[in-house]
Every structure is written in C-alpha cells, then in structure tokens.
C-alpha cells in the first residue's frame, strides 16, 4: 500500500500527555467564530526592576482577532494619551520606558480586556510594585561587654525591602563567621549565642543584607563583642531566647511552606528536637534546618495544623516550647468553568467551584459586566457556583467571568460559551502512524471539532464492529487507549466522527515493537592499575528499531581520553587508574524505549609504603617497632614484612626478620648482639608487595660471648689414616662480638683417654691425621670470642678413613632352581677384613655357553650387587641348558675387595624358544605349502613340532582344529584337501622334553576358482615393494550380492580388514577380518544389495583399534536383480504362439488403415500399443546357489521397443506409444497420400489422464489388454 504516513512515537513516558489531552477543554479551530480567550498574563504580583522598562503581559485569540484595553487602579488607562507607553500590534502586551522617569509613577493595579463581536475577556488584576532596597540607616554601635558563659543576642534589623532581603553574617575579611549548634541565625537574621566564649571576643560581627531584584548588597555597622571572664557564669538548664514563653501560636496558607523556630540558652549549650502532638511530622515534605532548630514544611496542607513542641536539652535538665499551628487557604480550584461550544438549542452548565478558608465569595460576570447588571436572559439562571443555559439561540455568544475571593486572594477564571452549528471536522492528521512496546499503553488520537459535538467511533482493519470493549477503551476527547499493546494489535485504525450535520473519518496505524532488553550485563570487576577493564553490554532490540549505545561514568559522560574503547557491545578501559574507578552505565536507546545496566569498577593496586617508623621500648635484646600504614588501594593489607639490615656485617643486603597481620602496626623484634641495626617494613596486599618504607635510624646492640655452636658438625676420614672435622660457620650476626674462634674437640670412642682440642678462626674443617683406619670418634666443635665460650657443645660420632678390604667371601655354593633361576650362598667376610662401612656382596656371573656346543662363547658379564651384610642371592633371568661362572667380593666405601675362587654351574633344559618364522607358500584352491625355521633358542634338545590350524569364516568365526605333529628334523609340509576360496589360521610351536614353546601364528587364504574370478590371479610370490604397506588393489563384481578383492600386503601388522559402506550412505563402516599375511591375498564380500554402489577399502589396525595404513577408496557398483519368479519367455511354446498371433493381427490392422486413409478419411488412432518385451536373459549359473556369472553386454537387456532408465528399471508410460507419438508434428497426422510424417520419435508428452503407470515389465496379459 502506498501512502504517505506520518511517524508518531508511543510510549509509557508519554502518558502524561495523552492524559492531558483527555482533561484539557474543547478547542474551536481558529477558521471559526468564536469569543476571545487570553492565552498570556503577567503574575497577579509583579515585582519590578527599577532599572529595566516595564513589561506587562496580555496576549488573547478569538474570532475575529480581539481588540485589547486596559485599566489602572479601576479607571481606564489610555495608552495613546502616555508617549512612554506602547501597546505591541495585534497584543494587549504593554511596554512603558521608564528612562528618565521614576518606576514609581507607573506602580498600580492593572488590568487588560480583550473583546470581539461575540464577548469580552478579562485578565487578571496585576499588581506592579517597584523592587526597593533602602540603605542602612546611620548608627552607633558601642562595645557589648559580656561575661564567659552567658547567651546573647547580636540584632541586624535589617531595613525592609521589596522583596525582603536574604541575611547573613560575616567578618571584614567577608568570609562567613562560623555556626554550630552554639552560634546560630535566627530567620529574622540576628545572631543568637547559647553561651559565648572568650574566643567570641572580636570586633567585626558584621550583618550584610542581600536584596535578589538589584543585587545589591548593604552592610551593618559592624558590632564589637568583648567577653569577661572575671565573673563567668555557671552551667544552667536551658531556657528558650525565641520565641519567648512556654507558648506560641504560627498561621501558615495551604500550599505554602511552615517554619518553625526553637532556639535556646543554657550551659552546656543544649540540643534541639522536635515532635508534633497531635500526629507524625510529614517525613517526606519535612526538613530540619539551622542544627535542628528549624522545623521546615513544604506544601503546607490542612492536616498539618496542630501543636508542634519543640525541647532543649543538656545535661542539666530541659525546656519545652509548643507553637500550635493554624492553617488557612487562599481559594483554590475544585473544579474551574471550561468553555462550553453548544449548538442552537442546546443547554449547557458553567461550574465554579473553589474552596478556601474563610470560604471564598463568588461573583459572576458576562463580557467583563457583573452578572446583575447585565441585560436581562431568559435563557440563563445563576445558582451561586453554577449558571445554567437552556435553548440557546445563535447569536448569544459570550464570555463568562467566575471571581471566588477572601482575605488571602482571590481566583479569576474566563469561560465562553460559543453557539455555533458545525459538521464535524477531525483535527488528528491522517496517516499518522503509532509506534509502541510491547505490554506498554497505547493512544490513538482522533481530535476532533463539530457543534454539536461528534461522537467517535473506533474500527480495526477490516472489521465491522465497533471496538468498545476490552482491551480497548475510548476516551471523551475521542482518543483510543489500547492498555497492554500486543503485537496482535498491530493495524489499520479508522475513527468516525459524525454529529446530525454530517460524518467524517480518519486512518491511522499502530505498530507494536518488541522492547529492547540487555541480556548480558556488565558485571562489578577488579583491575590492577595499568591492566585493561572490559566491561559487556549485549542487547537484544526490535529489529525495526535502529538503536544507540551510550555509556556513562557515574552518570555523566565517559572523559575524553582514548584509553577508552567503545565497541558495539562493550567497553574497554586500557591502563585502568585511580581515576577510572566508579559506575559504569550501559544504556541502549532506541526512539521507543531504553534500558540500561550499571556495574562498578574498582581499581587496585600495591599498597603504598608504611611511614614514620619509630622505634620503642629499647633493651639489649629486642626493641619495639611501630609504623603508620600507607593507602591499601581498595585492596586490604594482608601482612607487615619487617626486613633488617646489620650495617656492621652485612652492608647493602637487607633481610626478612618477622611477619605481622596486616591490621597490626607494632612488631617486636628479637635482637642479635654486636650488631648495628636499621630496619624498613613492606606491606602485602593481594596485588603484591609495596615498596619499602624508608629505613629506621640505626640501632645497637653491645657485644656478647656467643649464644649458638657452629652447626652441620661431621667426622669423616678422607684417607685410610686421618679424620676430617667438618661444620658450618657462624655469620657476623651469629657472632655476638668480635675474636670469633672454633675450639675443635675429638677423641677415640669407647677408649679411656683425653679429649684433644684446636682452636681455628676462619675456618670450617679440621684435619686429625695419624688415625687407624676406620675407627669411631667423638667430635665437637664450640664458638669462641673476646667475649666468652659459646655454650657447651654436643658430640657427634664420626670415623676415620677407609681401606679397600682385604679377604674375599668364602664358602661359595650354588643351588639351581630351575632353568632360569639360581640361588647362591656365602660366608660373610670377619668385620676386621672390611677396613670399612660394609655397602654389600656383588656377584658377577656369565654364560660360558649352551650345553649343545662343546666350543665356548662366553656372553657379556653380568653383575648384582646385594646391600648390607647378606650371606645370599639370588640369579634371576639365566638361559636353560647352559653353563655359567660366577665369583663374590666384598664391597666398602673405599671399594672392592679380592674375587672368590670361580664357580661353575649348569641350568637344566627348559621350553623352546618361538620357531624362528613360519611361511605360507604354493597357495592353491585346495592345497598349500608351509616352511618353518627352528627357534634361535632351543633351550634344550628338540624333540619335534605342533601344527594346529582351523578355518575362519567371513563372520570370524573359527571352525574345528586340525593338529599334526612333526618331527626336530622337518621344516617343511604340504597341507591338502583344503576348502577353496577359504581362510585358515596356522598355530606353530617347538617342543622339548620340558613341553612346548611359544606359539606362533599366520592366516592364509585359499584361492578361488578361476571361473568365478574375473581377473588373473596376483603372483603370491612378488619381491616386496618400497613404499606403502598395500599395493595392486583391485576389485571385481561377483554375482549380484559379491565382489572380491585383491591386493598384495608388505607390512609387519596382522589385524588387516576390508571395509565397506554404501555410497553417500551416513551409517559406519562394515568391516571384515582378512589374512594379515604378507603377500598376494584376496577376499570374498558377500551380501551386498543389488544394484547398489559400495565404497570398499583395506585397512590396518593396532592393539587399540587406531587405522595404521589406509588404501584409497574403491567404489563397486553391483548389477540390478533379476526377479526370481522370471522364467526364459523365450523359449516356451505358448508364449511364441500368442507373439505370432498378436504380429498378424498389427499387420491386419495396419492394412486396414492405410486402405481407409488412401479413401480419404483420417483414422485417428485411440488405442495405445503396448512395447513388448523379448527377454533374453542369461540364466543365472546357480551351481552353489549363491554366484552367477553374467556377460557386460547382456546384463539386463532393455525390452524390445521399451526405454530402460539408469536404474534398470522399466516404466510402461515410456513404452505404451501410439502411433500418434510415432509422428514429428504435435498433432501425429498423415499426409494426404496415407504415408507418416517424419520419422518414429523416441521422446513424446503424455497427458496426465492416460492411466496408472506401472513399473513392471509387461507381460502377455498386459499386451492383449491394449487391443480392448
């Protein structure tokens, strides 16, 4: 549809102006006539500036254009007769030039008329007042002398203003003198003092007076203060300074905004609090104000009338003030007359309604004239707040004026009333299209104008009915408020108006939107300073809608820095400072609607270093270190490291002295002696460590005799003849002074003699020499220096050196086990002959050779050794029916000792090793030939070889076993009477008079019959080729469910299998298990489908079932299935018969057509003539009743006169031709002399009426059939 439309939006935030319209008054379009109505004012009172022209309001519309006058104080103004006043054209406005005159000349009560032929406006009365601020009237201000502790009261009386004057206290220096809840301005602006202080004194209390219209400022003389303190005064309770007594009364107006006012004396300087008696304050229009001293409510309302108490309070006792509260109103609208527009006898009603306290009065007028002195009308009734107009006549338009009044106002409303006769008009432009949210409000405008007035009608779409029931409600004012917008509620909306002079209508359209939402949020994140913050805002919108990220920094804007990426979805902050910490808000706009999400940022980072290290409670051995921590950085201290430097030993180098929780800011710390310390703390957050505090000062501590021994104290020789004393120094710290010495101690253990002693400085070992060999000592070693002994040190056991021993093990004997294991035992070596710590026996022992061979081939030597003081061991993993030698030594910390005397002995026969290969040769369709190798390790005398073997079928399942045994001398046998084309699996092992040995295995599989294989058989015995493990693969169709496969195998891996699957087929793979032989194989797939095509390949296998080697995809395509019920048509009598019957009988008939055409008439041919089939079909070759064998070229001959499409199959619909279809022309005519046009046509339409089409081939019934 194509029409202009215009785009109105509709939402939720809208509602307030739709419900604006439903309550605001009819308008009459300005074309027609109609009474003045003033659209503009100035306030009722109007504060002037002196230096500024005065510019007084009053603009009004009407039909025609209203002419303006005006009054002043109750007289008519005239404008024309004043040259420093201008009435702006075609406006009542006012513009008086003050220049050169006195702004008082022009104040007054003013007011504007507006009137036309068909009423009279009035404005309201404006009051014009010139803005005044009076200087401060000259005066002389003497010192106040006051004691310590009393009130007082500094007075500003500020002069009166128009309007007042805003108050407030300063010093010569204009800064703002100090408030508390001891000093405090009252609201009429003087200064109260609870109790003053010495510190009070001073001499420029200076009260200043600010006036808002001329911004001017006027200033008091200032006050001095002198406060005594020669006779203070003493604490006391409070009493109230303002207001006096214990209570007063306060009149607020309704709408208007109550303070009230508490301020007390006392000593201590006393607490104010506030509660009203009679109810709750207002908690949500209340403020306290001034230290609790001022109670302050806005928009005063009737309920806050009552008694408010307000209490002072100190430690001495209190004080209560009540202030009841009385509250009355200037009038106020309950409902203002509106405009009426009526038709020519029609009634209407003009209500003015206002209430007030004291009750307003009320005054009605017409056209500016109090009601009672306007002409008579019988057509109009007053009833004080209402006038009622019964059969109105055309020409008795008029403005009506409601005035309600008391003492504190008054409330001036204009109303006309309109009689007109007007079809109705709709003011809502056409087209204008509504856009919504979904589950949100919607209004369709149908503003309209018509006396009488229209009444409106709503349609959707197409429908007839009116829409007046849920979810739709129709407005006075003509609008359609649809509560819950859905998108079934997308549409066209027409609304009529019409009235008794006529009907007008108007289209316009809602379109419902999906809202937007943000489904992912940007979520609260924790950055170290310098990384990067990305913060997620994903969001899903109505696709209609084009929206608009924003993003905002704590409610403002981003800064203007680049570090700040904003991407479609997300904003990133590279190199994150302290500065970026806040709340982040993501808001997606669209013209419809928006929503928004906020996550914050928090910043971290290291903590700054601790300050002001102090250090406490100094004594000889410890100290006290205390420290101020440095900003945490949004991440808490978790520990306080303290580090030391000793500048005395160690300058430069700091290290780690203790650990503190991170909420304490004091360590004590132990002490070294001798050491000049300086100390610094680093705090631990979870960022990391800070940097280092600057150091302390420097601390000392005094030298003393030492408190620790040298540590890692050992005795252990080098030599066979001395004794090395080792240990581990003292640091400088651990010195505790300075001499520092080692006195080494040691003495023979377990003998009666004296400790002998050396003392080294400098050192970490000493050598003892002269000791006998590996002997025990004691050792100590204790620190020595100018100060004093170290404490007494404890001894360690130690040996002198070793020697290699000196004896080899005696006794030797060996107990054979069996034909791999043998035990051997000894007699230890005596202690003494050691010469050392005893590491064990190590036994060597070789294989001199097998006991079949009388010349030696000694093997590699083969050693154990056996830990600690064993006397025997054992000798796993020898070789059956061999010889071995073997000797024992003793073995110390130094080395080995002498050999034992060589020992033989013999293991007896065992198993067989695995024969050394099997080979599979000479493969025929019912025979093959084996070879074997004898094993490599015979392990004994062979007394011959087990053959077993059995077939495997294509499912692998195995068949019953064959055995046949062999004598030690054969390595070779032929096996006959085998199943063709069948696979076999060989076991083979060697056997000794212990039993067999290790079984080997191969397959093999035999040949088929060449009559059934269809290519030459691959020559079994080809050299292996370099290169893949599968070569000259090739495959052949077999029948209609087989194929055989052929390939040559040159790999290691005997888990071998063909797979297949059918073409663009999803299922898995077929596999089948094939001889893994090396070699020339083939194999057998049976039951395959017909007329399918297969992807075949081979694959190899591991343990784990993971493809090793892969050949390339073949793919074999299996001939079409014949069915099995066909018989050889060909060759039965009866079916020659009929073929012979049905040729005469078409030759017949064709005769008899070309003698009616050559006469002149048109045969038309009706009948279709059914293809007939000549079935020469190979018989299938059924002699195991599974394989058949068929020529390439006589597969599925197509039938005589039939099409056969590439799926074999045979469709009648292409073989039943006419011999209309025979023809080139579309209409299958002949010429005028009988004979056919063109030449037969293998391709023709059919028409879809002809009949079931059958897939079969035709058969003899169906051939008569065509001639019916």
């Known amino acids: 549809m194509d029409r202009k439309r215009k785009w109105v939006l509709s939402s939720g935030a809208l509602l307030v102006i739709f419900l604006g319209r439903m309550t605001t008054a009819l308008e009459v379009p300005l074309d027609l006539p109609q009474p003045p109505t003033i659209t503009h004012q100035s306030p009722k009172d109007f504060i002037i500036d002196p230096r500024e022209n005065i510019l007084i309001y009053c603009e009004a519309k009407g039909k025609p254009h209203p002419s303006f006058s005006w009054t002043r104080n109750g007289t008519h103004f005239d404008v024309e007769k004043d040259s420093k006043v201008l009435m702006k054209p075609s406006s009542g406005t006012l513009v008086i030039d003050i220049s050169g005159e006195k702004a008082e000349a022009y104040e007054g009560i003013y007011q504007c008329t507006a009137r036309n032929e068909h009423g009279t406006a009035v404005s309201n009365n404006i009051f014009i007042r010139q803005s005044r601020s009076p200087l401060w009237s000259k005066e002389r201000k003497e010192a106040i002398m006051v004691q310590v502790g009393v009130s007082l009261v500094l007075q500003c009386r500020p002069p009166a203003g128009l309007p007042p004057p805003i108050i407030f206290w300063m010093d010569n220096n204009f800064q703002r003198l100090p408030q508390n809840t001891r000093v405090s301005q009252a609201l009429n602006g003087d200064l109260y003092f609870s109790n003053v202080l010495l510190d009070d004194t001073r001499n420029d209390y200076i009260c200043y007076a600010r006036f808002p219209h001329t911004q001017t400022i006027q200033q008091k003389q200032p006050i001095t203060v002198k406060v005594l303190d020669n006779s203070p005064s003493g604490e006391r309770r409070p009493s109230f300074m303002a207001p006096l007594g214990r209570s007063s009364t306060q009149m607020a107006l309704r709408g208007g905004v109550l303070e009230l006012e508490c301020i007390a004396e006392g000593l201590p300087t006393p607490e104010v609090s506030w509660y009203k008696e009679s109810g709750d304050l207002p908690s949500s229009r209340m403020s306290f104000h001034n230290f609790q001293k001022t109670l302050k409510i806005a928009d005063v309302m009737e309920a806050d009338a009552g008694d408010y108490r307000c209490t002072a309070k100190n430690s001495l006792g209190s004080a209560h003030h009540t202030i009841k509260v009385n509250v009355k109103a200037a009038p106020f609208w309950i409902s203002a007359p509106r405009n009426l527009i009526l038709a020519p006898k029609e009634t209407g009603i003009l209500t003015c309604r206002v209430s007030g306290d004291p009750k307003p009065q009320i005054a009605w007028s017409v056209n500016g004239v109090p009601i009672e002195n306007s002409p008579k009308d019988t057509s109009r009734k007053v009833e004080d707040d209402t006038v009622i107009l019964s059969d109105v006549q055309t020409g008795s338009s008029a403005v009506y004026q409601c005035n309600a009044s008391n003492e504190f106002g008054y409330l001036l409303a204009n109303a006309f009333v309109n009689v007109l006769a007007e079809a109705p008009r709709v003011l809502t432009p056409p087209n204008n299209v509504y856009q919504v949210i979904t589950n949100n409000p919607a209004f369709l405008d149908c503003a309209s104008f018509g006396s009488p007035i229209p009444t409106i009608t709503w349609f959707k779409d197409s429908q007839t009915s009116i829409l007046n029931r849920d979810p739709y409600v129709i407005h006075n004012n003509g609008t359609l408020e649809i509560n819950v917008a859905q998108s079934l509620n997308s549409g066209k909306y027409t609304c009529i108006a019409s009235n008794n002079l006529g009907t007008r209508e108007n289209h316009v359209y809602l379109e419902v939107k999906e809202p937007t939402r943000i489904l992912a949020q940007p979520e609260y994140m924790v950055v170290q300073r310098n990384r990067k913050a990305v913060f997620e805002c994903k969001v899903k919108h109505d696709p209609t809608l084009i929206p608009t990220m924003n993003w905002l920094k704590d409610n403002g804007e981003l800064p203007d820095d680049e570090r700040f990426l904003v991407d479609t979805d997300s904003l990133t902050i590279n190199e994150v400072t302290e500065e970026d910490e806040g709340t982040y808000t993501c808001v997606m706009n669209t013209t419809l609607d928006q929503d928004s999400a906020s996550a914050m940022l928090t910043v971290v980072e290291e903590p700054d270093p601790p300050t002001d290290l102090e250090l406490t409670d100094q004594r000889e051995r410890s100290v006290q270190l205390t420290w101020i921590p440095g900003d945490e950085h949004n991440s808490p201290t978790q520990k306080f490291l303290v580090q030391y430097e000793d500048l005395l030993h160690q300058a430069g180098v700091w290290h780690n002295l203790t650990e503190e929780e991170g909420t304490k800011t004091t360590a004590h710390l132990d002490l070294s002696p001798y050491a000049y310390y300086s100390f610094r703390v680093l705090a631990v957050n979870h960022v990391g460590f800070s940097q280092p505090s600057q150091p302390s000062r420097q601390y000392r501590t005094n030298p003393a005799a030492p408190d620790v021994n040298p540590t890692d104290v050992h005795g252990v020789g080098t030599e066979h003849n001395n004794l090395v004393i080792s240990w581990k120094e003292l640091t400088g710290l651990q010195s505790n002074g300075p001499g520092l010495q080692y006195k080494v101690n040691w003495r023979q253990k377990d003998v009666e003699e004296d400790w002998l002693s050396e003392t080294v400085a400098n050192a970490s070992k000493y050598v003892v020499s002269g000791t006998p060999t590996f002997v025990p000592y004691e050792v100590k070693v204790q620190a020595v220096n100018d100060y004093g002994n170290g404490p007494a040190p404890e001894a360690v056991v130690g040996y002198s050196g070793e020697d290699v021993p000196m004896s080899a093990p005696e006794s030797v004997q060996v107990l054979v086990q069996n034909g791999t294991l043998a035990e051997v035992h000894w007699e230890p070596v005596l202690t003494s002959m050691v010469r050392g710590r005893l590491q064990g026996y190590k036994v060597s022992y070789w294989r001199e050779r097998s006991l079949h061979q009388a010349e030696a081939q000694q093997e590699e030597q083969q050693v154990l050794l056996f830990s600690g003081n064993r006397t025997d061991g054992r000798l796993p993993g020898l070789k059956p029916y061999s010889l071995y030698t073997l000797n024992i030594r003793v073995v110390n910390g130094k080395g080995e000792g002498p050999p034992s005397p060589n020992h033989n002995f013999e293991t007896p026969e065992g198993v067989p090793g695995p024969p050394s290969f099997l080979r599979i040769k000479n493969t025929d369709m019912d025979s093959l030939t084996l070879e074997w190798g004898p094993p490599q390790d015979n392990n004994g005398r062979l007394t011959g070889y087990t053959l077993k073997y059995q077939p495997v079928n294509s499912s692998n399942e195995l068949g019953p076993v064959e055995e046949m045994m062999f004598p030690a001398n054969e390595t070779t046998v032929i096996l006959a009477d085998l199943k063709y084309s069948t696979r076999y699996k060989f076991y083979f092992n060697a056997k000794t008079i212990k039993g067999s040995g290790p079984t080997i295995t191969e397959e093999a599989v035999t040949i088929m019959d060449e009559a059934f294989i269809q290519q030459p058989i691959v020559d079994v015995f080809k050299v292996r080729p370099i290169g893949p493990a599968f070569t000259n693969v090739n495959s052949s169709v077999v029948g209609e469910e087989g194929a055989v496969i052929s390939w040559e195998y040159f790999g290691p891996d005997k888990n071998v299998y063909v797979e297949y699957i059918v073409e663009n087929s999803k299922e898995d793979w077929t596999k089948e298990f094939v001889n893994g032989s090396s070699g020339s194989q083939t194999h057998l797939i049976k039951g395959l489908k017909p007329g399918t095509s297969y992807r ?42 009929l073929m012979c019957a049905i040729a005469l009988l078409i ?61 074999g199959t045979v469709k009648r619909d292409d073989s039943d031709d006419s011999l209309v279809d025979y023809g080139e022309g579309g209409d299958g005519q002949f010429n005028e002399d009988g004979s056919f046009i063109g030449q037969y046509s293998g391709k023709k339409e059919k028409d879809t009426h002809e009949g079931n089409e059958s897939s079969e081939a035709p058969s003899p019934v169906n051939a008569m059939n065509s001639f019916v």
């Not at 279709?1168 to 018989?1179: L, V």
């Open 1096 to 1137: 075949v390949r081979l694959v190899v296998k591991d343990h784990s079932e993971a493809t090793i080697h892969s050949t390339e995809e073949l793919v074999i395509t299996l001939p079409e299935a014949m069915k099995s019920d066909q018989v050889d048509l060909a060759t039965q009598g009866w079916f020659i018969g």
């Open 1147 to 1207: 030759l017949v008939l064709l005769i008899i057509c070309f003698i009616k055409r050559n006469k002149g008439g048109k045969y038309p041919v009706k009948e279709k003539e059914d293809a007939h089939q000549d079935p020469e079909i190979q018989p299938m070759k059924d002699d195991d009743g599974t394989f058949g064998e068929y020529s390439d070229t006589e597969d599925h001959k197509p039938l005589k006169g039939s099409r056969t499409p590439s799926n």
